[in-house]
């Protein structure tokens, strides 16, 4: 078995500007090498309000699946807010393998990172 059914990225934030062609935007990326869907399913944690929950994604058996905060929407319509640092848990039913990436556009030269997802 490769992965893991949680994990967790302790760092996000959408930044709010944009310049160029580019969009400032997050991904959790995720890698299913399992013959079953994986059904994934975000947290989202902030320094001075309510957790929001209901985002679902789904990544196919055996794919990748880029999960793009700036055009994710949870079950009532909500988006994840941008300007406001937040922390995401990342459930799964099958054990997956989670990374992060931010693009930020909000300069001339932009600045692209990419990290490992934290999993126990």
Not at 32 to 55: C, G, H, S, V
Not at 85 to 98: G, R
């Amino acid at each position: 078995m490769i992965g893991k059914k949680k994990w967790i990225i302790p760092d996000g934030f959408l930044q709010p500007k944009s310049t160029g062609d580019q969009i400032s935007h997050e991904a959790v990326c995720v890698l299913n090498l399992e013959d079953t869907d994986a059904e994934i399913k975000l947290t989202f944690y902030f320094e001075d309000r309510e957790p929001m929950t209901d985002f679902v994604s789904t990544c196919g058996a055996k794919r990748t699946h880029h999960i793009r905060l700036d055009k994710l929407t949870d079950k009532q319509g909500q988006e994840v807010p941008r300007g406001i640092p937040y922390a995401i848990e990342v459930d799964s039913n099958v054990p997956v393998v989670v990374q992060h990436s931010r693009l930020d556009t909000s300069q001339e030269a932009l600045a692209l990172f990419t990290t490992m997802a934290y999993s126990g």
